[in-house]
């Protein structure tokens, strides 16, 4: 074997590189037959065996593991933003924080001349105490009027029963004197034809002078009888006339009595419409009392102060925004998900949410998937119904919640990136 290689030996290296590769057949023969005897030992067969299971698990797991959860880097935390804002008009006296101040509830972020509202305050209650005074009265006058109709309705059926029997002894009163007008008429007859007769027998002298002259005066006392009979039966019927204007004016006078309960009606809404009145005057206190409340603008909930815009001595007006306050208790992660990451995922399913400002890992779990993509939300949506539509695959905000007391620290802001991990398979 070895005289052959001598014998085909170059002369030079230049004819010795291209038979190197003769040489390397059998070395690679001698490698794969020495393969072949390895791979026929039952031990090797068995590491193999072992390490093609070993591996086979392991990609089984990595498999699982990454299929056990949905990730994203499109993600960061979510909080309320509080705008702070006046809801007076007013010159600002005093600013008691300054920005990124953390602030308990109740505490005073700023303070507003209160000086025009301390006067609106005092003429309120003013009126206040002047409208309480006039109820008061009106409310006296009910009684006070309820006792006095019924005593006028009284006097006045008593009035009415007076007149009516004077109409009565009125009209006796005519009946008698019309009987006596009769009864004088008689008796003046009776005197002119004793009168007559006495004149002829005077005449005659059949009777003397002195008894003509008695028939003479009877005669003229019985005609004076009957003018005055006559003058009494008309005075009569003028006491007639009177005693029935009487009796009319007491009827007016009952008819006016018996809008008692009327009257007492309208003494008693006059006393209503008077504590109506005293009720609005205390509301126009109580608001004033408000607005003196609101000179000081104080924190509705714990959080840190942003974006602070007002000054001393700014006039302000009403719904201006003065200053934002962040609640850090209260703050959330929003992960915008593919939307085919989101086939398995549901409410309630454990969260690992990792935050870059530290690197710490926190506990959550899903809240709430959002209605719609966020496409939907921007300010130009995209309308779909072109010729040229390319499908894009949407992104769907989900809400993340945190464990409780996972925010304790304070360190989180609104607005950080976070890659959430979402474990979908339990």
């Given at each position: 074997m070895n005289e052959p290689t001598t014998q085909t030996q170059p002369r030079d290296a230049a004819e010795a590189k291209p038979k190197a590769p003769q040489q390397a057949v059998p070395q690679r023969e001698r490698q794969y037959r020495r393969a072949r005897i390895r791979l026929r030992d039952p031990k090797v067969r068995i590491v193999l065996a072992v390490g093609i299971l070993l591996l086979l698990a392991g990609v089984f797991f990595?498999?699982?593991?990454?299929?056990?959860?949905?990730?994203?880097?499109?993600?960061?935390?979510?909080?309320?933003?509080?705008?702070?804002?006046?809801?007076?008009?007013?010159?600002?006296?005093k600013i008691n924080v300054q920005d990124n101040q953390y602030v308990q509830p109740g505490t005073v972020l700023v303070e507003i001349d209160p000086a025009d509202y301390q006067v609106a305050v005092d003429r309120a209650r003013?009126?206040?105490?002047?409208?309480?005074?006039?109820?008061?009265?009106?409310?006296?006058?009910?009684?006070?009027t309820n006792i006095s109709t019924g005593s006028q309705l009284s006097a006045a059926e008593a009035n009415v029963e007076n007149a009516r029997a004077g109409v009565a002894?009125?009209?006796?009163?005519?009946?008698?004197?019309?009987?006596?007008?009769?009864?004088?008429?008689?008796?003046?007859?009776?005197?002119?034809?004793?009168?007559?007769?006495?004149?002829q027998l005077v005449d005659k002298q059949e009777i003397s002078q002195q008894q003509y002259d008695q028939a003479q005066a009877a005669a003229k006392a019985s005609a004076a009888t009957v003018d005055a009979a006559r003058a009494a039966?008309?005075?009569?019927?003028?006491?007639?006339?009177?005693?029935?204007?009487?009796?009319?004016?007491?009827?007016?006078?009952?008819?006016?009595a018996q809008t008692a309960p009327q009257q007492v009606s309208a003494t008693r809404s006059k006393a209503e419409s008077a504590k109506a009145i005293a009720e609005r005057k205390r509301a126009d206190l109580e608001q004033a009392e408000l607005n003196l409340k609101y000179t000081q603008i104080i924190a509705p909930v714990a959080g840190v102060v942003s974006n602070r815009t007002v000054e001393?001595?700014?006039n302000i007006q009403p719904g201006q925004t003065l200053m934002n306050l962040i609640p850090l208790e209260d703050l959330w992660v929003t992960a915008n998900f593919k939307e085919t990451q989101l086939r398995r995922m549901r409410p309630g399913q454990p969260v690992e949410i990792k935050v870059d400002v530290n690197g710490k890992k926190?506990?959550?779990?899903?809240?709430?998937?959002?209605?719609?993509?966020?496409?939907?939300?921007?300010?130009?949506?995209?309308?779909?119904?072109?010729?040229?539509?390319?499908?894009?695959?949407?992104?769907?905000?989900?809400?993340i919640a945190f464990e409780q007391g996972e925010t304790k620290e304070h360190v989180l802001r609104p607005g950080m990136s976070v890659e959430p991990k979402v474990w979908i398979r339990e």
């Open positions: 990595l498999w699982r593991y990454f299929g056990s959860y949905e990730s994203t880097d499109d993600a960061q935390i979510d909080g309320h933003v509080n705008g702070i804002s006046a809801r007076i008009v007013g010159h600002v006296a003013a009126d206040y105490q002047d409208a309480l005074a006039s109820a008061s009265a009106a409310g006296v006058n009910v009684p006070i002894a009125a009209e006796g009163q005519l009946q008698a004197a019309n009987a006596n007008t009769s009864q004088a008429d008689a008796n003046n007859a009776k005197a002119q034809a004793d009168l007559q007769r006495y004149k039966a008309q005075s009569a019927g003028q006491s007639i006339v009177q005693a029935r204007a009487k009796l009319a004016q007491a009827g007016a006078d009952l008819r006016t001393i001595g700014q926190y506990r959550g779990h899903v809240d709430s998937i959002a209605g719609a993509s966020g496409a939907r939300f921007s300010l130009l949506p995209p309308e779909n119904a072109t010729g040229n539509y390319v499908k894009v695959v949407q992104r769907i905000p989900v809400k």
